[in-house]
C-alpha cells in the first residue's frame, strides 16, 4: 500500500544570545519555537545559537556561522530554516542567497499556524488581514524570490511596477478586510449586549495551558482541544450554572511570546470577550519550566488589549505533571505542591486554585470560588434582588 501521508518538513531553528537574550531564555525560546514548528507539521533536526552584540544588520546571524548552516543544510538537505526573531525584508533577501532553501521567522511561523487553525469566517478573515499586513513590507524580497526563478527575458525592468501594482491591490484587500471585520464586530457587539444581566468570565493564558479542557469541563461542552499550541482561535461562550448562580464562560486565543503585533491587531474584536469581561481566569500551566515568564507574558498582553485592570483569579493547571520528586519533596531544593500554594502566587495573587483538568482534581474548589465571585458581583449590580436563578 502505497503511504499518501505527506512526509513532514525537515526544519534547523536559529537564534541569537544578545545583550538582552540570555542563553537560557534563548534555549526556552527554542524549545517553544520547536513546538511551533511540530504544531505546524514540520520535524526540527539541529539547533543552530550564536552569541553576538546585536544582530547582523544584512543577515542577522555572522558570516562564520552562516556558512556553517549553510553547510549543514546542503549536507542533511534541509527544507526549511526558521528564524527565532523577525526578519526584515534585506536580512530575508541576503539569507535565502547564501542558504539556499526557504527561510522563515517566528512571525511568519506563527501566522502560518494560525492560517491552518482557522476554522470560521471569522477567524480566517483575522487571519488573512495579520498575513497581508507581515507581507506588505516584503514584498521586494518575494518579488526578487520571482526573477530568479523565471529567468530574464522579459522580466527586466517592470519589476518595480509590478511591485508597486501589488501593493496597491494588497492595501485594498487590507482595507476590505478590515471593513467586514468592523461589520462581524457589530454583529458580535449586538449579540453581546443579547445576552441580557449575566456576569461574564473569560479564560485567558499562555497558549497550550488547558483553557479549552477547563472550558469543557466547567460547560460540559465540546471546544476542540489537544495538546498543540493555538488549537483555540474563535472564541467560544457557553453558559454555566453553579447551584444557581449563572454566567457566561468563554474560552479564548491563546497568547505566546513574542506575538506578532500584526495579529494582536486584527484579532481586536476577538479579544473583546476579554476587554468587556466582568471577571478574567488567568490559567497557568504549573508544570511548565517557563511558569514565570508565561505569567508574565500574559500580564503584558492583557495591558496591551486593553483589559490590564480587570479582576484576576489565578488558576494553576496540570498539578498532576509536576514530577513525582517534586511532588513529594524528597530532593533538597525541590519544590512541592504544597510549597506552590503556600507561594506568591497563592498569597499576591489571591485565590488562586490549584486544579488537573485531565483528571478533574480540584474542580470543585474551583467551581465554588467562581459562584463566591460571581454572587458577589450581582450583589453589588443588583442589590435589590435576592436570587440568581431569574438572570438571562
Not at 111 to 130: M, P, S
Amino acid at each position: 500500500m502505497i503511504d499518501t501521508k505527506p512526509k513532514a518538513e525537515t526544519t534547523i531553528l536559529i537564534g541569537i544570545i544578545t545583550s538582552s537574550q540570555t542563553e537560557l531564555q534563548v534555549n526556552e525560546y527554542l524549545d517553544e519555537l520547536e513546538f511551533l514548528v511540530e504544531t505546524a507539521g514540520g520535524i526540527v533536526k539541529k539547533l543552530f545559537i550564536q552569541r553576538m552584540s546585536h544582530p547582523d544588520a544584512r543577515t542577522f546571524l555572522g558570516s562564520g556561522k552562516l556558512d556553517e548552516v549553510a553547510a549543514y543544510i546542503e549536507e542533511n538537505q534541509i527544507a526549511t530554516a526558521v528564524f527565532d526573531d523577525e526578519l526584515n525584508s534585506s536580512q530575508f533577501r541576503n539569507v535565502e542567497k547564501i542558504l539556499k532553501c526557504k527561510i522563515l521567522d517566528r512571525n511568519n511561523l506563527i501566522l502560518d499556524i494560525f492560517a491552518k487553525r482557522a476554522r470560521t469566517a471569522h477567524a480566517r478573515t483575522q487571519v488573512e488581514l495579520a498575513q497581508y499586513q507581515y507581507l506588505l513590507p516584503r514584498l521586494t524580497r518575494l518579488w526578487t524570490h520571482l526573477e530568479k526563478q523565471r529567468g530574464g527575458i522579459g522580466m527586466r525592468g517592470p519589476g518595480e511596477k509590478e511591485i508597486e501594482t501589488d501593493r496597491r491591490i494588497i492595501r485594498d484587500r487590507i482595507a476590505l478586510l478590515k471593513e467586514r471585520l468592523r461589520d462581524i464586530d457589530k454583529i458580535n457587539v449586538t449579540q453581546r449586549k443579547n445576552r441580557g444581566e449575566l456576569i461574564r468570565i473569560a479564560l485567558v493564558g499562555y497558549t497550550n495551558v488547558g483553557k479549552s479542557t477547563l472550558m469543557n469541563l466547567m460547560s460540559k461542552s465540546d471546544v476542540f482541544a489537544e495538546n498543540k499550541l493555538f488549537a483555540t482561535l474563535d472564541t467560544t461562550v457557553r453558559k454555566v450554572v453553579i447551584g444557581q448562580t449563572p454566567f457566561l464562560l468563554s474560552d479564548t486565543v491563546g497568547f505566546i511570546r513574542k506575538l506578532p503585533h500584526q495579529l494582536v491587531e486584527s484579532f481586536k474584536s476577538t479579544l473583546d470577550e476579554v476587554r468587556e469581561a466582568d471577571i478574567l481566569v488567568h490559567v497557568v500551566d504549573i508544570s511548565h519550566a517557563a511558569m514565570s515568564d508565561q505569567i508574565s507574558v500574559v500580564k503584558q498582553t492583557l495591558i496591551e488589549i486593553g483589559a490590564g485592570d480587570k479582576p484576576v483569579m489565578m488558576v494553576f493547571n496540570k498539578i498532576d505533571a509536576i514530577p513525582e520528586k517534586r511532588k513529594e519533596g524528597d530532593d533538597e531544593g525541590i519544590v512541592t505542591l504544597d510549597d506552590y500554594r503556600r507561594s506568591w502566587m497563592a498569597s499576591e495573587n489571591a485565590p488562586a486554585v490549584f486544579i488537573s483538568a485531565l483528571h478533574k482534581d480540584g474542580l470543585e474548589d474551583l467551581r465554588q470560588e467562581l459562584a463566591v465571585r460571581v454572587r458577589d458581583l450581582y450583589r453589588e449590580r443588583y442589590p435589590y434582588r435576592t436570587g440568581y436563578d431569574d438572570f438571562g
